[in-house]
């Protein structure tokens, strides 16, 4: 973690440290600015909030949302649950992984996004649903998932 | 000329399926022809199939059209949609679609209709009677009007809210906490997101009136993460809630504190259950607890606390508000008041379904839901999300009542109905219920911890024709350990959806049957 870094941890403490129960939401704050929450901030979070390293460890591994390495720039999470599969969730997964050359929890070789399992997005009437980033997207067909992840890149491309 | 007043729903469904985007090019179509709108951005009717759903005032109330894509948005303007005239779109008066017209809306009463960042819409629309009547009476009389409407907890479990109440009114301590369980993650359901995006304001003077009734002066909203637009919402109305006074140090001037706060999750699962939450809250991992003691006397930090349900708070302002008897007049046996269900999966037309207990599954499979998407006879539908029963045709007649499901060994829910149709093998959802429960247990009970993991490699062994008699035995009596030696819900309930397919849909489980029936299903 760069010195930059870690003195983002430690002011996203003190921000948070008055809170009852301050923990997840310094870890929901770190993963927010540095798009995950690095091994090395675990000792820090525990000396400012006077926890053990074991402690802040079994919280950040506990929750299936936190990353604990660098993702890609975008985090594409694809509902695995059942009225997803009722509507050809699991024809899409497969679509998904094999045209992004990545499995769940892999980013792809340009850095560009990350793909997440979840477990229901509340879009259960309009599925397959993805979410990319915090945007929801239903009735995702393959074609579809294409032409958003290629909306996506030159979205990116054309970014500043 | 007067703006005329557009509706396009902000809901997170809506807006997955294209809803901004509509409303963008309805905006510039308008400004381009000269036409003066007003913009509201509702929450969603809940007719998910027909979203976009755009409604316009008119002089004979709100006509809908549906489902508008960006790309209709001009041949709607060329036949002068906005003042409600004819286009192949047209839906007629919102009110009058059967699928709203015939149901029972109390707590969702508000959903669509208003604009959920508004609290004047709000208001305009009865919001905040039921606080009001509260406020002038005993806190013992507000739990007595809880108890008496007979509302059990919206979640799942469905324990009489007003009795969880008492017991937070009867314990003496420095502090009380009101804790709204926000964790919908029952696959099939997504009555707390619509409620929450759609008028969040009905929740937030729920938990308040919660507050007062106990002596809790702080509440939070444990929501999960996957709901941005709801934390939007509810980020939004709770700002405005503070400035008018509605939430605060003294509530309306009254001398009452309630201070609420939104808390985010991090996708587990079991945060849905009402101890892990508090565990969650607290900044641990979110581990159940073990029970006694009861959360109403040993909750957050060791305090007592009420912790309920979105629906279930959210239904509370209106039971204040017309009575107790009034709520309790619907329903029926011991399950009073209305549910919000959810029609979701392979299913023509989705979407939220506000009844009151009493009607069966299929009136709304078919009366509402129109059957399957694909157009194929419904084979199996999954009530109450991952831990709930596969039903089979022959228990469409079910009603939902929270005691005749427990009859036919299902359960209610949160009211989540996920359809499935002919396609489905049986066999692989029994196999998904145990991978669900091994990926979600929290670690704590070793029937749910191993049990699970080991329930997915013998389904695998009996899905393989490996000595299979033996397999099935093993495996009932694997279902038996969890049910009877889980902790909570997730060990003790996993075997509902493994045992229903299995004693519904043997034949999904006999690798002959399965290698002849590969044949005829098409890809």
Known sequence: MSRTDMQTVTDLCAQNKALPGPLMPILHAVQNRLGFVPHDAVPLIARELNLSIAEVHGVVTFYHYFRKERGGRHVVHLCRAEACQSVGGGVLEAHAKRSLGIDFHGTTKDGALSLEPVFCLGNCALGPAIMIDERLHGRVSAQRFDELMAGMRSAEAGAP | ?523
């Open chain 2, 1 to 523: 000329m007067n703006a005329v007043k557009v509706y396009v729903p902000r809901d997170a469904a809506a807006r997955s399926v294209g809803a901004d985007q509509t409303a963008a090019a309805i905006l510039a179509g308008a400004q381009r022809r000269g036409i003066a709108i007003d913009l509201v951005r509702n929450g969603s009717r809940g007719l998910l199939w027909l979203e976009p759903l755009v409604e316009i005032e008119t002089d004979t109330g709100r006509v809908a059209y549906g489902p508008v894509a960006a790309g209709d948005v001009e041949s709607l303007l060329d036949a002068e949609f906005t003042a409600g005239k004819p286009h192949r779109l047209k839906l007629g008066l919102t009110g009058e679609i059967a699928y709203l017209k015939n149901q029972e809306r109390l707590t969702f009463a508000r959903v669509g209709l208003t604009d959920p960042r508004s609290i004047e819409d709000y208001l305009a629309h009865g919001g905040y009677r039921g606080l009001h009547a509260a406020l002038d009476m005993q806190p013992a009389a507000v739990v007595a009007a809880v108890t008496e409407s007979g509302l059990r907890g919206r979640g799942g479990a469905a324990f009489p809210a007003g009795i969880k109440w008492k017991t937070v009114l009867g314990a003496s301590a420095g502090q009380k906490y009101v804790v709204c369980n926000a964790d919908e993650g029952d696959s099939g359901t997504f009555s707390d997101r619509m409620l929450m995006e759609g008028d969040p304001f009905v929740l937030i003077e729920g938990m308040t009136i919660a507050g007062i009734a106990t002596g809790a002066t702080q509440g939070y909203i444990y929501l999960r993460w996957e709901y941005p637009d709801a934390c939007a919402a509810l980020q939004a109305a709770i700002g405005v809630a503070y400035a008018r006074g509605y939430l605060g140090e003294s509530i309306l001037g009254g001398g009452k504190r309630f201070d609420l706060e939104v808390r985010l999750g991090a996708g587990a699962y079991i945060c849905g259950e009402e101890t892990s939450l508090l565990e969650s809250l607290e900044g641990k991992r979110g581990q159940v607890r073990f029970k006694p003691p009861l959360p109403a006397l040993q909750g957050l930090f060791g305090k007592p606390t009420v912790i309920n349900n979105v629906i279930t708070l959210a239904s509370v302002p209106i039971i204040l508000e017309r009575g107790a008897a009034y709520y309790q007049h619907f329903g029926l046996g011991r399950s009073r008041g209305t549910l919000p269900l959810q029609l979701a999966g392979n299913i023509k037309r989705g979407g939220l379904v506000e009844k009151a207990f009493g009607v069966t599954l299929r009136e709304l499979l078919y009366d509402y839901g129109g059957g399957s998407l694909s157009g194929r006879p419904i084979r199996a539908v999954q009530v109450g999300g991952p831990l709930g029963a596969y039903l089979p045709e022959s228990q469409f007649d079910t009603k939902i009542d929270y005691e005749a499901f427990a009859e036919i060994k299902a359960m209610l829910g949160h009211g989540g109905i996920v359809v499935f149709d002919d396609t489905v093998d049986m066999a692989a959802q029994a196999r998904y219920a145990m991978e669900f429960c091994a990926i979600e247990s929290c670690g704590k009970c070793t029937p749910c911890r191993i049990g699970s993991t080991r329930g997915v490699e013998v389904i695998d062994r009996l899905m393989a024709g490996e000595n299979a008699a033996k397999q099935e035995a093993i495996l009932r009596d694997l279902c038996e350990t969890m049910t009877y030696g889980s902790l909570c819900a997730l060990g003790g309930l996993t075997p509902y959806p493994v045992l229903s397919a299995m004693n519904h849909f043997p034949q999904d489980f006999v690798k002959a049957a399965r290698d002849a029936a590969r044949l005829r299903i098409p890809a």
